[in-house]
C-alpha cells in the first residue's frame, strides 16, 4: 500500500473551477487519514480510485462550511457501497451536533460504525504505528491543526553483526530487534545497539486548517517533515489576512523556517489568485522549499535509510 | 435573457464520474429557478456562468441527501459574493430544520434575505409570469413532484386588423390588449376576439423528483410540454425500483404517453448504467420522443407563434 500525501482540494471558503474544496488525504499503509472534508470530496474519491471500504479516520480543523460540508454526502455514499468497516471523525465541539442534525433530516444510514470524537487542545490520539496530536488554532471561535506522527522504529537490524557475534538465528535475534538486551550461554551480554542502527526518526506531518500565524502551529510543525499551511492571501492583503483568521505565504514560510521542517505545502488558496507566482515568490525569500498545492498534487513518500524521502508528483 | 432548462445533475445517490448529483435548473427570462440541489451544485454553477446574484428560487423535491447537500455550500458561497437578492427555499417539513442546523452549526451568515417555505400536497405559488403547483409523490416519508406553468398571455395584437376597424392608436388599443371590449365614438363595440389571436398558452413543465410512477404525476404531467422524469432503472430491476421507491425507463414513457406531453426527459440515473442504450431502447418502444439527460444538456426553449418550441442541446 502507498505512502503519500493527495491534495484533494486545496481552495479556500468556495470552490473555483480549478481548484475544490478543501481535503488532504495521507495514505499511511492501509489506513485512510483526511484532513478536512469540503463539498465535493466523495467525487475526489472517485476521481483519485481511493478505496471506499480502506479503515478511515478524518479530522475536522473546523466547522466552517468549506471544510466540513462533504461529509454527509461521504457518509451517505460509503453506506449506499454498504461500507462495513467503522469510520472515524474528530473534531470540534459542534461536529457532533452537526453529524446528529444531518442524521435526523437527512438520514445518513450508516452501513457502519460511525464514531464522532470531540479533540480537545493538547489530545494526542494513539494509533498502532503512529499518532495525532491536536492543537487549538486561531481562527474563529474553535479551530484545530494538527500533527501526525508516525512513531520512532527500532534501527535497522545488521544481520551480519549478529552473525559475527554467534547469536543464534531465531527467538533472540526478535528480542534484540524490540530493544532488549539478552544473555548468550556463553555469558556474553549483548545490547540492541550492537546488532542495531540508530531508531528509526518516524513521518512527521503538520496540517494547520485555517488559522493566523500562531505559537500553536509551530508547535505542531517543530522537526516536522512536510508543514501543510495555509496560505489564503499574499502580504499585500496581510491585514485582510489578520482581521478573517488567515496566513499570508510570507507568514507561512517565515513559520516553516522556525520550525525546521523540511518541506512547506502552502494550501487554502483564495479564489482571486488566478496563477500562484505571486504566493510562492513571496514565500520563497523567506523558506526556499515552498510548493503551492494544487488540486490531485500527490507528495509520495519512501523511506530511505534513517529517513523519508518525498517525491511532489504535480497532477496527470 | 434566456428560457432554456439546464441539467446540472443527472445521477441517482451517489455522484458518477461524468454524473453529478440532481439539479435541475429552469432559466425563465431573469429568474432562475432550480429543482434539487445535490452535493456540488454551487460548482456547476461556475461551471455554466449562472450568475450568482439572480433572483433565484429552489424547490427541493425530498430531503434525500442526494438532492441537499449541495444546499448549504450554494447558499454559503452566496454570502461570500455578498449576494444581496433573496434566495426563496420550498420543500418538505424537514427543510427549514435541517436548514435551521446547519446555521446553527456551520453558521451560512447569509447576506440576502433568505426564505423558506413548507410546501404541501395540491399548494400552487403565485408568481408574477408563472406559478407552481406542488404535488405529493410516492418516495420516502413525505416527497413532491412540481408543475411550472407560465401564466396564459392574451393572442397576438393584430394591428392590421386594428386599423382597418378604424380603432385609433392608443389607450384604446392597450384595453384590447388586455381583453376588455371597447365602445367607438361611432357607437360600434369592438370585442378583444376581433383584433386578437387566440390566447398564447403558456410553457408547462413536470418534474417528478424521486417516485414510483403515481396518478399525481400524470396530473402533474397532464398536457406539460416537458415532463422531466426519475428513470432510476431499466425494466429489469422493476422489482427493486418499487421497492427503493424508482420509476423504470419504461415506466416513465408510459406516464408521458398516458400525459400528453411533447418530450420526456429522463433523468436521476442509477450508476450502474455506464451506457444509456438500455434506458432509451425501452423507453422509446413506448414513447418516441425521449432523451435520457445527461450532466450539460441544455434544452433551449422559444415561443414560435402559439407553441413553445424546443430545442435539446446537448453538453458542447
Known amino acids: 500500500m502507498p505512502y503519500r500525501i493527495v491534495f484533494l482540494g486545496t481552495s479556500a471558503g468556495m470552490p473555483t473551477l480549478n481548484r475544490n474544496l478543501p481535503g488532504i488525504l495521507l495514505e499511511w499503509d492501509s489506513d485512510l487519514i483526511l484532513f478536512d472534508c469540503g463539498e465535493g470530496i466523495q467525487l475526489r474519491f472517485m476521481e483519485y480510485g481511493i478505496g471506499a471500504g480502506r479503515p478511515l479516520r478524518i479530522f475536522v480543523s473546523h466547522m466552517h462550511g468549506d471544510h466540513v460540508l462533504g461529509l454527509p454526502g461521504l457518509l451517505q455514499t460509503f453506506s449506499l457501497l454498504d461500507r462495513k468497516t467503522p469510520v472515524e471523525v474528530y473534531g470540534p465541539s459542534k461536529l457532533e451536533e452537526y453529524i446528529h442534525c444531518i442524521r435526523s433530516t437527512i438520514g445518513l444510514n450508516p452501513t457502519y460504525d460511525l464514531k464522532i470524537f470531540r479533540v480537545d487542545d493538547g489530545r494526542c490520539y494513539d494509533f498502532e504505528s503512529y499518532r495525532i496530536l491536536c492543537r487549538r488554532v486561531q481562527h474563529g471561535s474553535e479551530s484545530y491543526g494538527y ?130 507566482d505571486a504566493l510562492v515568490d513571496e514565500a520563497k525569500r523567506i523558506y526556499s522549499n515552498v510548493v503551492v498545492a494544487e488540486d490531485g498534487l500527490t507528495i509520495e513518500l519512501r523511506r530511505m535509510g534513517e529517513e523519508y524521502e518525498y517525491r511532489v508528483v504535480p497532477r496527470i
Chains 1, 2 share one sequence.
Not at 557475534?165 to 545490547?191: C, T, V, Y
Not at 494547520?208 to 495555509?230: F, K, Y
Request: net charge neutral; aromatic share 6%.
Open 147 to 276: 500533527r501526525f506522527e508516525e512513531k520512532d522504529r527500532p534501527g535497522v537490524f545488521y544481520t551480519d553483526k549478529a552473525i559475527a557475534l554467534g547469536i543464534p538465528r531465531g527467538p533472540l535475534w526478535k528480542r534484540l530487534q524490540l530493544g532488549e538486551s539478552i544473555k548468550l550461554d556463553d555469558g556474553r551480554i549483548i545490547e540492541p545497539k550492537d546488532v542495531l542502527g540508530p531508531p528509526r526518526r518516524g513521518f512527521k506531518l503538520a496540517y494547520t486548517g485555517d488559522t493566523i500565524p500562531c505559537r500553536a502551529v509551530e508547535e505542531l510543525a517543530e522537526g516536522a517533515d512536510i508543514l501543510i499551511h495555509e496560505a489564503t492571501f499574499t502580504e499585500d492583503l496581510a491585514s485582510k489576512a489578520t482581521v478573517e483568521g488567515h496566513t499570508t505565504a510570507a507568514q507561512a514560510a517565515y513559520i516553516a523556517s522556525r520550525s525546521s521542517v523540511k518541506l512547506l505545502v502552502l494550501t487554502h488558496i483564495s479564489a482571486r489568485y488566478v496563477t500562484v
